[in-house]
Nanobody, 119 residues
Framework: QVQLVESGGGVVQAGGSLRLSCVFS????????MAWFRQAPGKERDSAAA????????SYADSVKGRFTISRDNPKNTVYLQMNSLKPEDTAVYYC????????????WGQGTQVTVSS
């Protein structure tokens, strides 16, 4: 069974940076597309960034484009989210998610890591 474990959240001042990590286990990592979702208090969970199994294709929500970078290290079974120029509105619980390559649904989720950006 796929397991995802996130780390790297914390409290940072506006304008600062954080890097989230998510370690994947249980299956062949390169066969899974990965994504970072986030959920702010009182709001729905939305996708922030996604990456293909090979890492050759990425996509971003408009709200994070140019500030966040998703990447993956397949030999290390890890996906990252580098977050720069953080804003208070980036405050949320960030979740790592996995889906079998070329399918629509993210079937596997991590437990989430809190990111708080203070103004």
């Amino acid at each position: 069974q796929v397991q995802l474990v996130e780390s790297g959240g914390g409290v940072v001042q506006a304008g600062g940076s954080l890097r989230l990590s998510c370690v994947f286990s249980g299956r062949t990592f390169s066969r899974y597309g990965m994504a970072w979702f986030r959920q702010a208090p009182g709001k729905e969970r939305d996708s922030a960034a996604a990456i293909s199994g090979s890492g050759s294709s990425t996509s971003y929500a408009d709200s994070v484009k140019g500030r966040f970078t998703i990447s993956r290290d397949n030999p290390k079974n890890t996906v990252y989210l580098q977050m720069n120029s953080l804003k208070p509105e980036d405050t949320a619980v960030y979740y790592c998610a996995a889906r079998v390559q070329n399918t629509r649904t993210y079937s596997y989720w991590g437990q989430g890591t809190q990111v708080t950006v203070s103004s």
